[in-house]
DNA sequence: CCTAAATACTACGCACTCTAATCATCTCTA
DNA sequence: TAGAGATGATTAGAGTGCGTAGTATTTAGG
């Protein structure tokens, strides 16, 4: 512990120190691998959808939509915290598909409601049973305890970074 | 348990018996956190580098170029199980900020193998600690145990998901 | 040898992702 | 009640990411 540097409560380690698996290179950080892990399960997801004609970002609007419709398109960005000029394209395309349709709201012109279109509210009784595929391919052989412990990390994590 | 269904060795639930932690749908879904993590990483990472006119994707070749000089792009995609075709325009852009620079190899002419200039090599004092900052930042508060557990599950999931 | 298949890479089109700049609309205040 | 500032959304431009198709080059089979 001879080369620690201790910044507030976080003691934070030289680089040499570290034990292989946190070790911070690509691809073997877990950083990369954190990333590669959801890459890898969209790709797989991408392909369930294909014959579709839907994306994987097509899939999580409509989540938030069956949720609860016309929302505003920056309660959209808050809840999946994507950034406003992604969503734009997005729901460009999916109004291209059919899937939803925009609509100013009459009290505040600023904001566009997005609404499902009966093709977007039909596709909850087909979409749901391909995302639990991937998920059950993924964390094949995985207890229910390592995946809530998995879920718990992945939430302080997000937590962490939300206002860094 | 009264509406499980049993495939192969694997026990899929129906969604109904989900406990909460592990719902498939955006944004709740395990899935869709996972991604958000490796994202708000990447966005915090991109802060980072960008005094350095780089981007996390600079950051992973660089570190495979470290690890052994003039790999052969084909190996470069192995190693980081990318695809081919994004690791050209990748490549190209490291190349027009001089980065790295292409060389035929001499035995095999289909080969283009990837060195590094001089600019190159020098990053490797710099990044790496960035990388650990935001390691520090997104893993602030869990300890070594439950990253080894993620870092255990990820891998299983990489596994899993490589060659479904 | 000489052609067919395999291999390494590039080209292209579409979709996502980010930042910064812009436009329209609303709100607050002097 | 004008005008300044805040807010909601789009646009523009660069950089991933993926699949498909195409170009060299090498290897293998006859």
């Known amino acids: 512990m001879a080369t620690s540097t201790r910044v507030d409560s976080v ?3 030289s680089v040499s120190e570290l034990p292989h698996w946190q070790e911070v ?8 691998r954190i ?11 991408q392909e369930k959808l294909d014959p579709y004609d839907l994306t994987p970002f097509h899939w999580v609007v409509l989540c ?3 949720e609860q419709d016309g929302q505003a398109t920056s309660h959209i960005c808050e809840k999946l915290k994507q950034v406003g000029g992604t969503l734009t394209g997005v729901i460009d395309r999916m109004e291209e598909r059919n899937l939803v349709r925009r609509e100013r709201d009459p009290h ?3 904001i566009w409601r997005i609404w499902l279109t009966e093709t977007g509210r039909e596709l909850e009784t087909v979409l749901p049973p ?11 052989g995985i207890t229910e305890a390592e995946q809530k412990l998995v879920s718990d990390v992945v939430d302080r994590a ?3 970074l939300a206002h860094p």
């Open 11 to 13: 003691s934070i380690p």
């Open 25 to 32: 290179r690509a691809p073997h950080g877990l950083g990369y």
């Open 35 to 45: 990333r590669l892990m959801a890459q890898l399960m969209s790709r797989l997801f």
């Open 64 to 66: 938030c939509l069956w």
């Open 108 to 110: 505040d012109r600023r």
């Open 130 to 140: 391909l995302a639990l595929e991937v998920r059950e391919v993924a964390f094949a």
């Open 158 to 160: 997000i937590a962490n």
